[in-house]
């Protein structure tokens, strides 16, 4: 009698706590839904600049996910992001320049967002700092969007999901606050780094690379070549601004646009190289259909600009060598 008392006694206390065990329960699997999200890093990465007001979360990433293929942000709502950076060639354009609302046509090639987070200057002249502000510009670019920063998040803030959403986000109405936060965020889990080349040099799989790739590995990493001296490190790019030699003349200033320096005209960005096969065309503006012509420039020591890095001049390399250097390169394409 005594004990079934006791076990009455014991029912009626789960009884009563399993509602606050209940509420608990309710409360973690909400903060799990705010719990910031762990970006998927290979472990060869550094580890990418993110602003203390825009940490990241899931429902951040999916708000910026959807802004980032909605025609809705252009003026005449023909227009995404997603229109001049598609996600089967790394976030890339195929176009050597890129068209926008009424296909208008702008003055450089789309680069690719995949491991864009890491980049500590955008555009091709470095002259914009950091992805939130970044997203502006095509917006306002009457070349690309052409529509106010503030109009297109008018125009938004009128659909009850992109509310709901921005709410479950940022803890306030849509706004160009969260609009430009959002896809910022999105764009920072843009992450490639399982390639054939990442698995053979920090796996230690050797059986990733051809010989071919192994060759033209070699020839890629080696003062023959001095490729590896401004596409250097484990992105393949030192970041800097040079002159590869591209032209005998060139139409766009590059870096001297954001600096006004005389030293710097004629320099753009060096671009990683990593998911280049997807990339084409090349270059700022876009004037290498294919990675055979890209070798071909470097080979013959490029133009022969005075603004020209001395790194570049002629090769002299045998036609198997090109054929390496063009398979190596091919084999920086992230898997998933
Ligand atoms: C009409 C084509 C077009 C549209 C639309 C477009 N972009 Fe771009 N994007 C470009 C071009 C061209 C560049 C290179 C500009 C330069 O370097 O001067 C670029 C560059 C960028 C960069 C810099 C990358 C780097 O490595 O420096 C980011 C980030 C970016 N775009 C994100 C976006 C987002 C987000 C949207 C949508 C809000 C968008 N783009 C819409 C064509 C476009
Ligand atoms: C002096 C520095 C420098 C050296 C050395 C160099 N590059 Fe480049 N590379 C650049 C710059 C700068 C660009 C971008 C030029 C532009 O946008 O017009 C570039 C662009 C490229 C591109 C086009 C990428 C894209 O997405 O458009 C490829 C491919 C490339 N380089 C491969 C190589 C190879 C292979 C070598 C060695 C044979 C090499 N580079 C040596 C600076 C260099």
């Given at each position: 009698m005594k004990s079934n008392y006791k076990i009455k006694l014991l029912q009626n206390s789960i009884g009563k706590y399993s509602y606050a065990i209940f509420i608990l329960l309710l409360f973690f699997i909400s903060c799990d839904q705010e719990k910031g999200y762990e970006l998927e890093l290979p472990s060869h990465f550094p580890t990418p600049n993110i602003p203390a007001d825009n940490s990241l979360t899931i429902?951040?990433?999916?708000?910026?996910?959807?802004?980032?293929f909605d025609p809705m942000l252009s003026k005449d709502?023909?227009?995404?992001?997603?229109?001049?950076?598609?996600?089967?060639?790394?976030?890339s354009d195929t176009l050597p320049l890129s068209r926008g609302i009424h296909r208008n046509l702008g003055k450089r090639n789309a680069p690719s967002l995949l491991n864009v987070a890491f980049v500590p200057q955008l555009f091709r002249d470095g002259g914009v700092p950091n992805l939130e502000i970044q997203v502006i510009s095509p917006l306002e670019n009457p070349n690309e969007?052409?529509?106010k920063l503030r109009d297109a998040a008018e125009r938004l803030s009128e659909n009850d999901l992109y509310q709901k959403m921005s709410k479950s986000a940022y803890q306030r109405e849509f706004s160009p606050y969260v609009l430009v936060r959002a896809l910022a965020a999105y764009q920072r889990t843009?992450?490639?780094?399982?390639?054939?080349?990442d698995l053979f040099q920090f796996q230690n799989q050797k059986d990733q690379l051809s010989e071919g790739e192994q060759r033209g590995r070699q020839l890629f990493f080696n003062q023959k070549t001095n490729c590896s001296s401004c596409h250097e490190g484990v992105l393949?790019?030192?970041?800097?601004?040079?002159?590869?030699?591209?032209?005998?003349t060139y139409k766009d200033v590059g870096r001297a646009g954001v600096t006004m320096k005389q030293l710097d005209k004629f320099k753009f960005r060096v671009p990683s190289l990593r998911n280049v096969e997807l990339t084409a065309p090349y270059m700022h503006d876009g004037s290498f259909a294919n990675l055979e012509a890209v070798i071909e420039h470097y080979n013959?020591?490029?133009?022969?600009?005075?603004?020209?890095?001395?790194?570049?001049?002629?090769?002299?390399?045998?036609e198997r060598e090109k054929a390496d250097l063009v398979a190596f390169l091919k084999s920086l394409t992230h898997q998933n």
């Open positions: 429902n951040r990433i999916n708000l910026g996910k959807k802004l980032f709502t023909t227009v995404s992001c997603a229109s001049c950076h598609f996600p089967t060639q790394a976030f969007m052409g529509f843009l992450i490639g780094g399982n390639s054939r080349y393949f790019t030192n970041f800097a601004f040079e002159n590869n030699g591209l032209h005998e013959q020591g490029g133009k022969q600009h005075l603004q020209q890095n001395p790194l570049i001049r002629p090769l002299y390399l045998t």
